[in-house]
């Protein structure tokens, strides 16, 4: 069982409710934790410590934190790989030169809401405005999110404009995260996609089968290896702590349903930023069916300069990464920069 007040969250038993099967991931996604005071209480960290440095943060960008991701970071501990991602803290309040709202300069490529064509035979379309949890590093974190979702009926002109460029062969689904939208919601919007008939391939990026993995359900399941497209499904996971049995369970049905997945990691200062855990990481997500694929270094978005890892020092990680690994666990190292038509590779 679970307590709850307005400013804590605390534990009583370990078997508690929301690790049961009739608990749906969107009673999960209600109960995330939403207040740094919460947090720091259910890990029995120090709020005298942490509150007021945090609740900066949190005004910025509100903290929102699954219990199924929580129960993963080590209680007690402040230096947590996975509290790191998600507690904020004042340096987000920091302003830095080169730290942007927008690094990617992604309106400049919005032809219409809710859909980004950067990319010559690829578009993404911002199927959700919100995440079941929210990392403190996002690139998407001072994203218009308002001015970029459709409604069901806007979704025809939105999809008109893929209709009219038969060079685009792939539909990205992300957001926010696409599959915070319902089943439902999301088979409509892959019905649509497949009758455009230049579209070959669907791409799902998403973080809830890591933070909720009961959020990969039967229908779900059922809709994507129905589909006529090419499924990948590309997870976010940035250490090895994140993966559980939850977690690898939850890729065993994606990839049942015919999805390739794969993962991308973005480098993170005093989180994942050494070759032991770079190496760990690639060889977990292996064993549990994930090819890892990026590594990203840290686009340079406002709030997040203290994540930052120079290019010269992620090189020289991955570099010697290679030394341990087999070839094809190596993610490759890239930055997305600006105005050109692809990833840059950074080696």
Aim: aromatic share 6%; with cysteine; net charge negative.
């Amino acid at each position: 069982m679970i307590t709850r007040s307005r400013h804590a969250v605390q534990i009583i038993d370990a078997d508690t409710e929301i690790n049961k099967p009739s608990v749906s991931w969107q009673t999960q996604l209600k109960d995330a934790i939403r207040t740094p005071e919460a947090l720091c209480n259910f890990l029995g960290l120090d709020n005298s410590v942490w509150q007021t440095e945090a609740q900066e943060g949190h005004a910025l960008f509100p903290i929102r934190v699954p219990l199924a991701y929580a129960r993963r970071i080590q209680a007690g501990n402040p230096d947590d790989p996975l509290l790191r991602q998600v507690l904020p803290i004042a340096r987000e309040t920091d302003s830095i030169q080169g730290f942007i709202s927008d690094p990617l300069e992604e309106a400049e490529h919005t032809p219409r809401p809710g859909l980004i064509h950067k990319y010559h035979n690829r578009v993404l379309l911002i199927a959700s405005g919100g995440c079941a949890v929210n990392c403190r590093y996002c690139f998407r974190r001072h994203f218009p999110y308002q001015e970029n979702i459709p409604s069901r009926s806007e979704w025809h002109n939105t999809l008109e404009y893929v209709h009219q460029h038969p060079e685009i062969t792939e539909v990205i689904l992300s957001g926010g995260d696409p599959l915070l939208s319902t089943d439902d919601r999301l088979a409509e919007l892959i019905t649509q996609i497949e009758q455009i008939p230049h579209v070959i391939r669907l791409r799902v990026h998403t973080r809830l089968p890591v933070v909720i993995p009961d959020r990969v359900t039967e229908a779900l399941c059922q809709r994507l290896s129905s589909s006529r497209l090419q499924r990948v499904v590309v997870l976010h996971i940035n250490h090895p702590a994140e993966i559980d049995e939850d977690v690898i369970s939850a890729v065993q049905r994606l990839s049942s349903a015919g999805g390739t997945v794969l993962n991308q990691s973005v480098l993170l200062r005093d989180i994942n930023d050494s070759v032991a855990v770079l190496a760990t990481l690639s060889e977990r997500l292996f064993a549990a069916g994930i090819m890892p694929y990026y590594l990203h270094v840290l686009d340079p978005v406002a709030g997040a300069a203290h994540f930052d890892v120079p290019d010269r020092e992620a090189v020289e990680l991955v570099d010697e990464l290679r030394t341990h690994l087999a070839g094809f666990l190596v993610p490759k190292l890239v930055r997305e920069i600006p105005g050109r038509l692809s990833k840059t590779p950074l080696y």
